[in-house]
């Protein structure tokens, strides 16, 4: 089935939160905060695929989501960025966000595009230490993921046009020469 336009949601993935540790050794008694920070959200990344002519997989399927970046942990070990989700459209798409124009992909140089940025991973208590503040008994959270509902449209451009009156035989030339 040709499908030629489509709407879809798409969530990118919320950033990791930061984590409250204490450095705890034997003969360390008072080791301070080792929290690490947390890993990065997913992006939401087009793809331009040339063996790709028409959005039927945005057809049957409309919300996407990029994965959660992981939350820090102990001694001072950053959490694990989300990983990326990859949309393959075909040459020629338009993308709107709303009647604003995100994205042209008629002529494109550079295949990838971002549509939606992973959110930040909030920092531990480690990265909060300081001359005055010693023991931070608190960390950040992660920031959420860009929320987009887009409309992705073809944009065909055909070879040959045939103009004719109603019943002259326009289709019978087509199916002669095909």
């Known amino acids: ?5 489509a709407n879809i949601d798409v969530t990118a993935g919320k950033g990791g939160g930061g984590c409250i540790s204490w450095r705890r050794e034997k003969f360390i008694p008072r080791g301070g905060p080792d929290g690490g920070d947390g890993g990065r959200g997913g992006n939401v990344v087009l793809i331009v ?6 959005l039927s997989t945005f057809h049957s399927r409309k919300v996407f989501k990029a994965k959660t970046g992981e939350n820090g942990a102990k001694r001072n070990r950053h959490g694990k ?3 990326d989700l990859f ?16 994205a042209d992909l008629t002529n494109v140089e550079n295949k990838e595009f971002v549509i939606a940025s992973g959110g ?3 920092f531990g208590n480690a990265h909060f ?10 960390a950040e959270l992660g920031e959420p993921g860009e929320k987009k509902k887009l409309n ?4 065909l451009v055909a070879d040959i046009g045939i103009i004719g009156f109603p019943s002259v035989g326009k ?7 095909s």
Not at 1 to 5: A, I, K, Y
Not at 49 to 54: A, P, R, S, W
């Open 120 to 122: 930040r991973g909030g």
């Open 171 to 177: 289709s019978s030339l087509i199916a002669a020469i």
């Open 87 to 102: 949309l393959k459209v075909p040459p020629g798409t338009q993308v709107k966000d709303g009647s604003i124009v995100i």
């Open 129 to 138: 230490k300081s001359s005055v503040r010693q023991r931070p008994d608190f």
């Open 49 to 54: 695929d040339e063996n790709t002519d028409t």
């Open 1 to 5: 089935m040709f499908v030629d336009e």
């Open 152 to 155: 992705l449209e073809l944009k």
């Open 81 to 83: 960025d989300g990983a």
